[in-house]
């Protein structure tokens, strides 16, 4: 019922910045949170951010405190995951997913999301 489209993935040198969006359709007006998850090759996919449908408030893994932002703009139905100071190890398919579930320390467990993107490929060269 809800289709999120995930861009703005590409190649960065290591200390870059890239600005992830993701675009919701469908059935946008009900009240959801929006994580990013990210998933490098042979590893398991890892909680990166996420914030509420009013956007205030908002959960980040410590691995990207203080280098990438979660904001949302709901007339856009876009939520954007700002990333700076970009390292070689940040490289993974980057995927955004949406739930209905209460804003709590579950937002970080993948299980817990209704509706993901394709995802999009975020390449930081050293």
């Known amino acids: 019922q809800v289709q999120l489209v995930e861009s703005g993935g590409g190649l960065v040198q290591a200390g870059g910045s890239l600005r992830l969006s993701c675009a919701a359709s469908?059935?946008?007006?009900?009240?959801?949170?929006t994580g990013w998850f990210r998933q490098a090759p042979g590893k398991e996919r890892k909680f990166v951010a996420a914030?509420?449908?009013?956007?205030?408030?908002?959960n980040y893994a410590d691995f990207v405190k203080g280098r990438f932002t979660i904001s949302r703009d709901n007339s856009k139905n876009t939520v954007y995951l700002q990333m700076n100071n970009l390292l070689p190890e940040d490289t993974a398919v980057y995927y955004c997913?949406?739930?209905?579930?209460?804003?709590?320390?579950?937002?970080?467990?993948?299980?817990?999301?209704?509706?993901w993107g394709q995802g999009t490929q975020v390449t930081v060269s050293s």
């Open positions: 914030i509420t449908w009013r956007g205030d408030n908002t």
């Open positions: 997913a949406a739930t209905m579930a209460p804003f709590d320390l579950r937002v970080q467990d993948e299980r817990e999301y209704d509706y």
């Open positions: 469908g059935h946008t007006f009900s009240s959801y949170s």
